[in-house]
């Protein structure tokens, strides 16, 4: 009889250690939370952001899944609660995993978008007339430069490559000759200052000039056009290698070059044709603009760099 109770015994204590066992393997039993990601969401171009999520956990591995595509790759090296995320890496879909007491619990995934801007443009006004790749000014009379928006904050005019004391607005009032330009920011992102890229040059005339016509005149310098709207095409695009350039006038154009989102030219060729290919192979992935100048007009088409 006390060898019966004594089975009974060992087989009730082997059943309550099997369930306190599962009941380890059970998150929700020990109501371990599930991994939730925060932090920055929208990146402004050329800056970082941090994802976090909760510390405890015993380990972590953050993994990443670009935007359109259905892989997803571990983050080399991202194995703590913080993850610093570029803007260059964006758009992209972000998640992480923990362990904790052996159990593996998986975040939702964090999509991670960047801003991207225009390229900044200046509007010519006032007593401004066009001249050939320049403004004429007659003496006495005021002209009007306007940078447009979005860049309105952080803005400073140049006048022959110095900094114009006290001009920091959106327009400058001028009436003077030289050679103008401006850089400035996007108030959403305060310290991407992005410069003009090219030169207004001002032409001072006197009045008893008679080969002068006073009528004012109003002008844009960049004119950003949609390439939907434009008869120029590129493609493909996105494009990892080689974008292919179609549409051209190649008595019209004057330069084409490709420029990153600060403005700074990064590619450039000197043959103009009405269809020509150029090898983008060299350039890191991101955002950048090609621009087709012509006397009269810069036309910039967007592009991206897988």
């Not at 935007?67 to 983050?75: D, E, F, I, L």
């Not at 850089?183 to 008679?210: E, H, M, N, W």
């Amino acid at each position: 009889m006390k060898k019966r109770h004594l089975f009974f015994l060992c087989l009730v204590l082997a059943t309550s250690f099997e369930v306190s066992v599962n009941a380890v393997a059970q998150p929700d039993t020990l109501n371990i939370p599930k991994p939730a990601i925060k932090g920055d969401s929208i990146l402004c171009p050329n800056s970082t952001g941090t994802l976090r999520t909760q510390k405890g956990y015993d380990s972590y591995q953050w993994y990443k899944r670009n935007y359109g595509s259905n892989k997803t790759k571990a983050v080399e090296g991202a194995t703590t609660n913080e993850l610093a995320v570029s803007s260059n890496e964006t758009p992209a879909y972000f998640s992480v995993v923990v362990t904790v007491k052996n159990i593996r619990l998986q975040s939702d995934e964090k999509l991670v978008d960047g801003l991207v801007f225009l390229l900044p443009s200046v509007k010519i006004g006032g007593g401004f007339k066009n001249g050939p790749g320049y403004s004429i000014l007659r003496e006495g009379d005021t002209g009007v430069f306007t940078l447009t928006k979005p860049y309105n904050t952080n803005i400073t005019w140049f006048r022959d490559g110095e900094p114009i004391p006290g001009e920091t607005t959106n327009s400058l009032y001028v009436t003077t000759g030289g050679v103008y330009t401006v850089q400035g920011a996007p108030r959403t992102c305060p310290v991407y200052i992005v410069p003009l890229g090219i030169d207004l040059f001002v032409q001072l005339k006197k009045p008893r000039d008679s080969s002068f016509n006073f009528a004012s005149t109003t002008s844009t310098v960049a004119a950003i056009i949609d390439q939907e709207k434009n008869a120029v095409k590129v493609y493909p695009n996105p494009a990892r290698d080689n974008i292919k350039i179609e549409g051209l006038d190649a008595s019209k154009i004057t330069g084409i070059s490709i420029v990153d989102i600060r403005g700074n030219i990064v590619l450039k060729t000197t043959t103009l044709a009405a269809s020509l290919t150029m090898n983008i192979q060299q350039l890191v992935a991101g955002v950048y603009y090609i621009k087709l100048e012509n006397s009269a007009i810069m036309q910039t088409i967007k592009i991206v760099k897988e």
